[in-house]
């Protein structure tokens, strides 16, 4: 069991950024909307207002459904390193990280807050740490796996060539991503001259980042030892996270009566969004919406495209933001000191005998 944390340090200021991030979060807010009314003006935002009660509701089970996905995979993944933690706290740790993937440039804070988080639940930093990395690691294999389906699909189709390119090659690069790293971490002690050269003038650095990395490596076999149903179980929910998540803007367009093939948004999402989020603008803001309106012209009307991306960051932006910045309050309320009076005599004085 690591050692216990500070007990002032809820971690209520883990995400919470300075003016200059407030105005890049809001920049990219306000540009989540300043393109899809560019396009669709007035009429739009009437129809995103306009829309049934029971299309709301749909929308809502589909993101909660994929909000309950990544819940269960990350609730697997600490129980297999051996932390027990209820399902609500681990619901507000996830939606929590999701919240940092969302709010700051290229989602770095997403990777912080999972670590961070998953330390307060009662993981070491090194199983924090590789928590981390097998959520990343899962998200990675299902997007390598999924778009070459999803431009297979579409092969010799009237679909323009370029996207069926573009998906097949970010699988490749997705691919030898995760090839470079496995190999990189398996010639770890290939480097001796560069790491001797580190700890002859920093020795304590380089027995804490050895224990470290041996640490880490530790809890990477408890997980890949969990057998095939564990992997199996762990990758479905992956699967499920991605895929509800993602056909929100599928169901939006069928609400709108304008149906466009599931495949076809999915590989155009995991292309546009991974690009803008790239670009380092929290959330992609405005670059993915240009992205999705350039592709899908050829399908949706101009005026619906606009009403159902309006929906479509309702739900998967505003909704998620929302819902991780309740999520940071519980858990900053869940770590706090559980007596705000115990420096005063004069209450410890009152305290009553058991």
Known sequence: MPPPLPSQDTGAGLLRPGRAGLLLVAGALVATLVVPLYFGGEAALRATLSLSAGGYAALFALILASWIARTLKLQLLLRRMGVEVGFVQVFEISLATDFGFLATPAGLGGYAASVYYARRAGASTSAAAALTAADQALDLVFFALVLPVAGLAYFG??????????????????????????????????????????????????????????????????????????????????????????????????????????????????????????????????????????????????????????????????????????????????????????????????????
């Open 157 to 354: 189709t009237a679909l323009p060539a370029r996207l069926v390119t573009a998906a097949l090659a970010t699988s490749a690069a997705l691919a030898a991503i995760a090839s470079a790293l496995w190999i990189a971490q398996r010639q770890w002690r290939g480097w001796p001259a560069a790491w001797q050269r580190v700890g002859s003038r920093w020795p304590r650095l380089q027995r804490a980042v050895g224990e470290f990395r041996a640490q880490a490596a530790a809890q990477a076999r408890v997980l890949l030892g969990g057998g095939p149903a564990f992997l199996g179980s762990v990758f479905v929910l992956t699967v499920l996270q991605w895929m509800t998540r993602y056909g929100i803007l599928w169901l939006v367009l069928v609400l709108l009566g304008c149906p466009v093939s599931f495949w076809l948004l999915l590989a155009l999402q995991a292309l546009v969004l991974h690009i803008a989020q790239w670009s380092g603008v929290p959330a992609g803001g405005g670059g993915a919406e240009l992205g999705l309106t350039a592709s899908l012209a050829t399908w949706v009307p101009a005026a619906t495209l606009a009403t159902a991306l309006l929906l479509w960051r309702l739900v998967t932006l505003y909704l998620a933001l929302g819902a991780g910045a309740v999520a940071i309050a519980r858990l900053a309320r869940r770590h706090a000191p559980p007596a705000a009076a115990t420096h005063d005599p004069r209450a410890a004085q009152a305290a009553p005998l058991d």
